[in-house]
């Protein structure tokens, strides 16, 4: 019975633990729900605040920009407010004006109105007294009014002609007397409106290349590299004993700029094979095809000579590449050009037909075929093939005598190739007088003490001077230069002008052993 009863006390115990454990756990459990909704409280409380104060602030915000828009649409209101007030005045002060001009105008009619009545009787009364006195001078003279007037007509007629016969024939003789003194007053002029630079070009052009083992490489195993850069440029390459420079020969000078840029590109990349040679040209080939083009046109566009067929830009730009006595023909033709407008406009004919067939005179010499022809007849039949016009066709045909002229602007593309051929300078000197005249300057620059050597360079247009550091400082150069120039100047004759650049360097030497 005690372990029964001590049983039953320990479970009573424990549903009282339990019990009382349950009801603590139950109280726990609500007050934290009760702590959670009232925090749940507090946080949308919280958040209704924020929101009420967003909104207001939203509300202000849109508040703010209606009140400015308004206000500004207010101001545009009252602006054009004043701007109609002011224009219903001005047109009331125009109306009130035009209302006080028409009645003066109307004043004035009137008044002119009383006039021509006027008027009216007063030239009857003088086409009678006129036929009044006719009538006297008939009676007095015994013959009418118009056989006198024939008699008078015929008689100033008479006058007249043998006056104008007397003038023209006085014109004429003056015409003659200064005919070639104008003529040679327009040439003047125009060569002094148009001035432009020259060079002479030749059959060769030289390489630079930096050592003998490019000259190596460029050669190639058993010539092979040489071999193909000549078939494929159709130029001949002369590689000598000449340090640094190989030496590219051909009368055509498009195929030798073609061999000098391949040339340049292949020592530049170190590649130098056949294909890697056949590549280049072609490559090359496109490159300078599409330059002659663009040069075409900007010739075209700066001489304000179009629209011109492509054919014919293209071989305006090959004539960049040709010369003509070793002037260069892109230049002697945009002289030409320039002053066939001059001397058109001169005698009042269409300048911008003039510059036209001034540009396209010598296209006969940059064929893409050897013609048999001359070059102006060549020339001429291009311009007739690609639709110029007759003028411009027979300016280009006649410029040698080779057909005859038919238009004014024929002699005058004559007369200015002439003249650009014929400048001074324009054209190759004879051998002779250009060896000697780079002979008298490099003497000339000698003849100073303190110059050591002197080398006459760029076909005579610059003279390099080398003088002694030790002998010459820098001010002293500087006068020296500008001696030696005034003294070219002054003693010789030479075509363009010459720049003279001395030369003062100071050089130290220390050799390793």
């Not at 005579?460 to 230069?481: F, P």
């Amino acid at each position: 019975m005690l372990v029964v009863w001590i049983i039953v006390t320990v479970l009573v115990s424990l549903a009282i633990g339990f019990g009382v454990a349950y009801w603590l756990l139950g109280k726990l459990l609500r007050e934290r729900n009760e702590r959670m909704i009232a925090e749940a409280k507090l946080e949308a409380e919280r958040i209704h605040a924020e929101k009420i104060e967003k909104a207001d602030a939203h509300f202000q915000r849109l508040r703010g920009e209606f009140e400015a828009k308004s206000r500004v649409r207010e101001e545009k209101i009252a602006n054009a407010e004043r701007d109609l007030k002011q224009r219903e005045n001005n047109l009331r002060n125009q109306q009130t004006e035009l209302q006080k001009k028409r009645k003066e105008q109307e004043a004035q009619r009137a008044s002119l109105t009383a006039k021509m009545e006027h008027y009216d009787e007063l030239c009857k009364e003088t086409e009678e007294l006129k036929a009044r006195h006719i009538g006297r001078m008939e009676e007095i003279a015994g013959m009418s009014a118009e056989t006198a007037k024939e008699q008078l007509v015929q008689s100033m007629t008479d006058t007249a002609r043998s006056e104008a016969m007397s003038y023209a024939a006085e014109i004429v003789e003056e015409a003659k007397l200064n005919a070639n003194k104008e003529a040679k007053r327009i040439i003047v002029q125009s060569i002094q409106r148009l001035a432009t630079e020259t060079a002479i070009e030749n059959a060769v052009s030289v390489f630079h290349i930096d050592s003998d083992e490019v000259k190596g490489k460029i050669i190639g195993r058993e010539g092979r590299n040489i071999r193909t850069l000549e078939s494929v440029t159709g130029v001949e390459l002369i590689v000598d004993d000449t340090p640094d420079a190989i030496v590219l020969s051909a009368f055509d000078p498009v195929r030798r700029e073609i061999a000098r840029l391949s040339l340049h590109q292949l020592v530049q990349d170190g590649r130098i094979h056949p294909a890697r040679i056949e590549e280049v040209v072609a490559r090359v080939t496109k490159q300078l095809e599409e330059e002659i083009q663009e040069t075409g046109k900007r010739t075209v566009i700066d001489l304000g000579v179009h629209p011109l067929h492509p054919e014919l830009v293209r071989m305006v730009g090959r004539m960049k590449y040709r010369s003509s006595y070793g002037q260069n023909l892109l230049q002697h033709s945009r002289e030409v050009a320039n002053l066939c407008a001059i001397m058109a406009s001169e005698l009042g004919l269409n300048a911008k037909l003039a510059k036209r067939a001034g540009l396209l005179h010598d296209i006969g010499k940059v064929p893409d075929e050897e013609p048999d022809l001359p070059h102006a007849l060549y020339g001429m039949k291009l311009a007739e093939q690609y639709k110029e016009k007759p003028e411009v066709c027979n300016a280009i045909g006649a410029h040698h005598d080779e057909i005859e002229m038919t238009t004014l602007i024929a002699p005058i593309v004559q007369v200015c190739d002439a003249i650009s051929g014929a400048r001074p300078g324009a054209r190759r000197e004879v051998v002779e007088a250009y060896i000697k005249r780079l002979k008298d300057m490099e003497t000339l620059a000698l003849s100073y003490p303190g110059v050591e050597k002197t080398y006459a360079i760029q076909a005579g247009r610059e003279l390099r001077v080398i003088v002694g550091s030790e002998k010459m400082d820098d001010q002293a150069s500087q006068r020296l230069a500008l001696e030696i120039a005034r003294k070219i100047q002054e003693e010789m004759t030479y075509p363009g002008q010459v720049k003279v650049t001395v030369i003062r360097e100071t050089r130290a030497t220390g050799i390793a052993r």
